[in-house]
């Protein structure tokens, strides 16, 4: 049974979402892979985080970076002429990372706490 599973990523450029379909069956075979780019003004914003950065406004980025990488997955689907999700089942498997920026400026707030 194929098992399929949808990496994102953007690495510390923080210029684009990468976004790959691969499926799973004896090995692994890329079946779509992309790169959706990141606004400018998104990514300067993505940029100022560091340890005075409050909680309150690394959540609303956390939001915006989950609405983005949602996106990512929406456009990966439909341009791998997948109509839906549901479409890739039986097995579905997200992965993703985000800026180590954000995370950093997460991690320092969280022990401060």
């Not at 890739?88 to 954000?102: A, E, G, I, N």
């Amino acid at each position: 049974m194929s098992e399929y599973y949808i990496g994102l990523m953007s690495g510390t450029s923080m210029d684009a979402v990468d976004a790959a379909l691969v499926k799973f069956e004896e090995r692994a075979i890329l079946e779509y892979y992309r790169e959706y780019s990141i606004d400018p003004e998104l990514r300067t914003e993505l940029r100022q985080f560091d340890e005075n950065s409050s909680i309150g406004d690394v959540s609303a980025m956390d939001i915006r970076l989950g609405h983005l990488f949602a996106e990512a997955v929406n456009k990966l689907i439909k341009s791998a002429g997948k109509t839906t999700l549901s479409q890739l089942v039986p097995m579905v498997k997200l992965y993703c990372t985000v800026p180590m920026v954000l995370i950093q400026a997460q991690s320092r707030l969280l022990i401060q706490m």
